[in-house]
């Protein structure tokens, strides 16, 4: 037997003991994984700090550095995480809804763990931490496979997260780690019907097409974020200019950051020109379409393939539209319904476009930077889903449980 389908096999049996623990027990592990992580933030840090400087050499670019890179800050944000899932509603044993039939049965349809989750991510750690805190919280064992480039990071944050565990009710085993960069290990995690209940691709576009094609488990597609910040003729200037300057540059390299900036005619003159000159003081690249360029000399000619990119870089591609309807036909043509962002004093304009835009977030005057499950009130994520079943958006605890029906009677038969 494989060592994958072991590991599987070992998350399966510690399922079911964990899907009838408690909520007490689950949050009191919760809160022993915390402690624990704090105590090993050191030996973390050295082993983050291995796979930092192996990325370096291996030519990562910045953005993927970025998202490697562990400090005291982040573990402390990643504890934060993990005690904020524990303050949390335990959706297990929820009645969604209940009814009763003429006949007398009573049916209630109530939340259940799914059963062991396949998480399969590149690059950032905190996803280890995040997706264990959830998963244990929602009832269900996890199987996790990272990438290469964090193997070191990750086995860290595992052996910190199950030593954390040992105290506790919840079974070690319902944590179970692929230690190995092998690619053939995804595949085979892919492939583990009937063990796993689900898998949770999230990295880049590359990954996700790997994971959605392949498997023949089912699959949540967290989707690559080519995300729009629209900037209408009745904006607040300021506002404006702050809104763009936080979805692009607050950090360059995760999905919620903006890759494109539309500008409503109109206000072109007046705005483009200062927001281009604060960006690229911010070490931003500017693309921008021809009447851009033409506003704006130095600006770099953007591409077509430009505006259908998810850059994870210092590079914004920018177009001058006609109008809300052409910012419309642009979103709905390049985007790839992740997050967007209108930026209007006038209300009927933004609930045009909150209405009519496509995407598993959509806002008014804020930045796109906030389709994350901690900012959401959600203690974590473990992935922003940008399909329509089952889940979409930020998937905190509710979206990784499923239900079951529970019917009640009193000797009721069929004719």
Request: charge should be negative; proline fraction near 4%; include cysteine.
């Amino acid at each position: 037997m494989s060592t994958v389908r072991e590991l599987a096999l070992k998350a399966k049996s510690a399922s079911r003991q964990l899907a009838v623990l408690d909520t007490e027990a689950k949050n009191e592990a919760l809160k022993a994984m915390a402690q624990q992580l704090l105590a090993d933030a050191e030996t973390i840090l050295r082993a983050n700090e291995i796979d930092l400087n192996n990325g370096q050499a291996a030519g990562l670019s910045p953005a993927l550095l970025d998202r490697l890179a562990l400090t005291p800050a982040r573990i402390g944000d990643m504890v934060e995480g993990i005690r904020q899932v524990a303050s949390l509603k335990d959706p297990v044993g929820e009645v969604i809804e209940s009814w009763v039939r003429p006949n007398g049965l009573e049916i209630a349809k109530v939340r259940v763990p799914m059963g062991v989750i396949g998480m399969v991510y590149e690059a950032r750690p905190n996803v280890t931490v995040d997706t264990c805190a959830l998963c244990l919280k929602a009832g269900s064992a996890v199987l996790l496979r990272g990438s290469a480039s964090a193997l070191n990071s990750n086995r860290a944050l595992v052996s910190s997260i199950k030593k954390g565990l040992s105290g506790t009710a919840v079974p070690v085993d319902a944590v179970q780690f692929v230690d190995t960069g092998d690619r053939g290990a995804v595949d085979e995690m892919l492939r583990l019907n009937g063990l796993l209940d689900l898998v949770i691709p999230r990295g880049g576009a590359g990954l996700i097409r790997r994971v959605v094609e392949t498997a023949t488990v089912p699959v949540i597609e967290t989707g690559v974020g080519n995300c729009h910040v629209y900037v209408d003729k009745d904006a607040d200037p300021q506002m404006a200019l702050d809104i763009i300057l936080n979805a692009k540059c607050q950090r360059y390299g995760v999905c919620n950051a903006a890759e494109t900036l539309l500008v409503h005619r109109s206000i072109a003159p007046s705005w483009l020109p200062g927001a281009v000159r604060e960006l690229t003081a911010a070490g931003v690249e500017v693309r921008g379409c021809p009447e851009t360029v033409k506003l704006i000399p130095g600006v770099t000619p953007a591409t077509e393939s430009d505006y259908a990119t998810e850059f994870l870089a210092p590079i914004l591609a920018v177009r001058i539209v006609e109008d809300l309807a052409q910012a419309l036909e642009h979103i709905q043509t390049y985007g790839t319904g992740h997050s967007e962002t209108i930026v209007t004093a006038d209300e009927a304009t933004a609930a045009e476009f909150l209405q009519r835009v496509d995407a598993a977030a959509v806002y008014h005057n804020a930045s796109t930077r906030f389709t994350d499950g901690f900012q959401y009130g959600f203690g974590a994520e473990i992935g922003i889903s940008t399909q329509k079943l089952h889940a979409r958006g930020p998937m905190g605890l509710k979206e990784i449980t499923s239900y079951k029906y529970v019917v009640k009677g009193t000797g009721q038969i069929r004719s």
